[in-house]
T-cell receptor, first 111, second 115 residues
């Protein structure tokens, strides 16, 4: 599976959009981009995933560049409860996918 | 939570003792996984299962064994626990949704301390 690069930490004001970048320049054609987050020591929580088109759900939006070498997770109106470590993962799918977690981005949402 | 429970949630044990962690799902998902997480690190895959009695090794499988005798349960065993196995252990299941894309959902974790 391809490796990803994320900033170690980011800050965001409550109510503003949080834009979390991820580089995955070696992504393969059949690999998806997944985003998870982990609050304190809870189990990782699935946020969103996509292949090449932009995706949106009730939690976030995922913007994938046309060359698929990078992506951005957007939390449109961040709240204090969005403070967490966010993981960007690329993985193939179908037949069970084994996720490789990096160290992620620590997002701190402040008043 | 996708109906995933882990037991026990916390355990303290001594070096050299056997330990078994249980992951239980309420739905009949085929794929199940065990990860460990150490301070300052992301999760690392220990073992995974792709069906009853079908398991395979992950990135950090040494010192661990697994069993899956029925779809809903995936057991992780430390035959002889060592202090290096002190960690938080997470179980996950893979849910297949449209166009064959898998999404993993994680349990709440088991905090294991080996003294």
């Amino acid at each position: 599976d391809a490796k990803t690069t994320q900033p170690t930490s980011m800050d965001c004001a409550e109510g503003r959009a949080a834009n979390l970048p991820c580089n995955h320049s070696t992504i393969s054609g059949n690999e998806y981009v997944y985003w998870y987050r982990q609050i304190h020591s809870q189990g990782p929580q699935y946020i969103i995933h996509g292949l090449k088109n932009n995706e949106t759900n009730e939690m976030a939006s995922l913007i994938i560049t046309e060359d698929r070498k990078s992506s951005t997770l957007i939390l449109p109106h961040a709240t204090l409860r969005d403070t967490a470590v966010y993981y960007c993962i690329v993985a193939s799918t179908g037949g069970g996918n084994k996720l490789t977690f990096g160290t992620g981005t620590q997002l701190k949402v402040e008043l | 939570d996708a109906g995933i429970t882990q037991s026990p949630r916390h355990k303290v044990t001594e070096t050299g003792t056997p330990v078994t962690l249980r992951c239980h799902q309420t739905e009949n998902h085929r794929y199940m996984y065990w990860y460990r997480q150490d301070p300052g690190h992301g999760l690392r895959l220990i073992h995974y299962s792709y069906g009853v009695k079908d398991t395979d090794k992950g990135e950090v499988s040494d010192g661990y064994s697994v069993s899956r005798s029925k779809t809903e349960d995936f057991l992780l065993t430390l035959e002889s626990a060592t202090s290096s196995q002190t960690s938080v252990y997470f179980c996950a299941i893979s849910v297949v949704a449209g166009l064959s894309t898998d999404t993993q959902y994680f349990g709440p974790g088991t905090r294991l301390t080996v003294l």
